[in-house]
């Protein structure tokens, strides 16, 4: 892992107000010194917020210079003041920066409902682009100016070299609730130094996000904000075959960065949910297809039971292959086979004798849960993560007020 | 609200054992004087256990004269001695009573992936046999021997009267977790001593679980043995006029009040759920089709920062319309109107003014608490019912071993 922003890339994260701490930042702001491809995805929420709606609108580009970003109010359900917030936001990053107002990107996360608190916001983005930087406590302060309820900043940077140059993919995001499939108040700014054209970077990116993002789940609540952005500047240098893509064996070594970063971030927000102790992980094998796996994996990763068991540490395997069963795809409930945490504990449709105590014991004494169920009923996998529920998670959010 | 036994039936509920407390039945026994029409609704799990496959080859019937239900053990995942142990217990039935084989269903609720302990079970049945009543602590008991983590026992009866004549509609359910629509862990049966033919009882059944128990949710966990049952044996008498089916308004009256006792049995479930403090009724209305309302009631219904904010007694409007928006259901997020306990929160795409304090305190002060989202896209609408989530639900579920 380097942690560090890749060439041409800086930030800042500054405490404007929004949330009470003053020791907390609330607004950080990103810059590249050139333009960058940029490329988005969005909540599938049919009520997102308006900076989802600004950013859709201006994705894909290649002509990004920066993204800001604040947390503790998400600046959504808030109408068409809402609207008008969030090009004011962009507007004041275009001013400090000397950019185009069409140069900024927006992203909120916090409260829903409630309408930003503008001079703030004005007063935190001209204290952040007045302090820009390339060093690594910027690139801390940045994360920290997105975190919510989360109790560690999410960063993970990988290199990757092609063609005798080192290239530098560094992301950061922030997530511990709301979580869902589909993206749910999950935030992720993906930032590399590498050449990459506009349709290149889409794709990757999509096809990263249906595999890592949007494959994780705290609560399955799917949420107004989400998104994912990647910004490729080019700024390492690098002779791109056709346009600014990288092509070939080149291209794979960025997208096999992109996905280790992407994987990375994600398992960190579910390692990270609210009041959980455990991070599980649902492997679904024998698939028909890849969708029907997600599916399966979504549905077990989603049951109250199954996550309050893990909590107990009781190896309930009756709650996990009932809650498969009724997970919408059709297989063979006598084919069907469960691993928990390496031991087999269901085989074919029947329990098999195991020693309950080992499996309790090793899932009482591992952060870490894994789950592996086999249907038999072709060749397709997934992999999915979540977290048990605990009494901490309800007391978190019953308390947690509009 | 009449309860007793419709005429021609008797029933018994004894403690076989198979529950540790010795105050607690576990076996009950269902008979009718004559052969009774019988339909079932059940379970849309893969996983389903023993007892539902055994009754749906027996149902739809015009021959059943017998119901035997225990409780503690689920015979679900059990394997081929599982479908062994379900025809063993209607043939000691069959013993018991002097019926054929064909004539008796059989429920199970508990553990999932334990053998019954047959034993006990024949034991209990005998037992229960020999002490049959149609009196009103004979009904009690028979619902006892149905419940697991109930805290109270469910029993509805209604009566109807049609030609001059007096009919008696008695349901009994068990359910407090494990609930998710599409049943789970959700027992009922109801029974009737009017002459209902075989199809309008099936079309009546079908159509009022759909509206009733398929739209109650406590974890949203569709179980293994979820079963409704409807019996009529016609003992009040009249004369059908096709069949054995009572036609037109007749018929309708017959209907309406088993519509009242399926929904006051289904109401009562989600009202005992394990550790809820509120009964959340989720109406949903202005969709184009009752199918949207329903996906938009059961997403609510089962996020989970909906269920932890009504515990919380927090009118969090952004989770309830943010859950709506990731229903899957196409709607205007600008046209969305929210009332919660009567009070305008959210109207027509934008919060309103409120009172929250007033709001939250009619929260904590009402065990019921009453949402009605209006998305003003067309005429349908529905009723689903929930629980909200508590710490208590968690330490219930994390502490409920295998």
New interface residues.
């Given amino acids: 892992m380097t942690l560090k922003f890749p060439t041409g890339f800086r930030g800042n994260g500054v405490h404007a107000g929004i949330k009470s701490d003053p020791g907390k930042p609330d607004v950080s702001l990103i810059l590249s010194d050139r333009e960058a491809v940029a490329v988005g995805v969005y909540t599938?929420?049919?009520?997102?917020a308006a900076p989802v709606t600004f950013d859709r609108a201006l994705t894909p580009s290649e002509s990004i210079r920066s993204v800001v970003i604040n947390s503790g109010i998400a600046n959504?359900?808030?109408?068409s003041q809402g609207d008008d917030d969030v090009r004011q936001m962009a507007q004041w990053v275009a001013e400090a920066c000397k950019l185009d107002e069409r140069q900024t990107l927006v992203l909120s996360t916090g409260?829903?409902?409630s309408h930003l608190p503008m001079e703030k916001i004005k007063t935190g983005i001209d204290a952040a682009a007045a302090n820009l930087s390339s060093d690594e406590a910027a690139l801390d302060r940045t994360v920290r100016g997105m975190m919510t309820t989360d109790t560690v900043p999410k960063i993970r940077g990988r290199e990757f070299q092609t063609g005798g140059i080192h290239y530098q993919v560094t992301g950061l995001a922030k997530g511990a609730?709301?979580i869902?499939p589909?993206m749910?108040t999950m935030l992720a700014v993906v930032m590399t130094d590498a050449p990459i054209g506009l349709r290149a970077a889409q794709t990757a990116l999509q096809e990263t996000v249906a595999e890592t993002f949007n494959c994780i789940s705290v609560?399955?609540?799917?949420?107004?904000n989400d998104t994912v952005l990647l910004l490729a500047n080019g700024a390492a240098g690098g002779q791109p075959t056709q346009g600014r893509t990288l092509e070939g064996r080149p291209l794979d070594a960025f997208r096999a960065t992109l996905y280790e970063v992407c994987e990375d971030l994600a398992q960190s927000i579910p390692a990270d949910g609210e009041g959980a102790t455990h991070l599980v992980t649902v492997e679904i094998h024998g698939c028909r297809t890849r969708a029907e796996a997600v599916k399966v994996g979504k549905t077990i990763a989603?049951?109250?039971?199954v996550k309050?068991?893990i909590?107990?540490a009781?190896?309930?395997?009756?709650?996990i292959?009932?809650?498969?069963?009724?997970a919408g795809v059709?297989?063979n409930?006598q084919k069907?086979s469960l691993h928990i945490n390496g031991m087999l504990v269901?085989e074919r449709?029947?329990?098999v004798a195991f020693d309950?105590e080992e499996v309790s014991k090793s899932m009482a004494e591992n952060r870490e849960t894994s789950l592996l169920l086999i249907l038999d009923e072709g060749s397709a996998a997934a992999r999915f993560w979540t977290t048990d529920?605990?009494?901490e998670?309800?007391?978190l959010?019953?308390?947690?007020?509009?």
């Fill in positions: 599938q929420n049919l009520v997102c959504a359900c808030t109408g409260l829903i409902g609730a709301m869902g589909n749910a609560d399955g609540h799917t949420s107004t989603d049951s109250l039971l309050t068991a909590a107990g009781d190896p309930n395997w009756g709650r292959v009932s809650a498969a069963g009724y059709p297989f409930p069907v269901y449709g029947a329990p309950a529920l605990t009494t998670y309800v007391r959010n019953a308390e947690y007020t509009t």
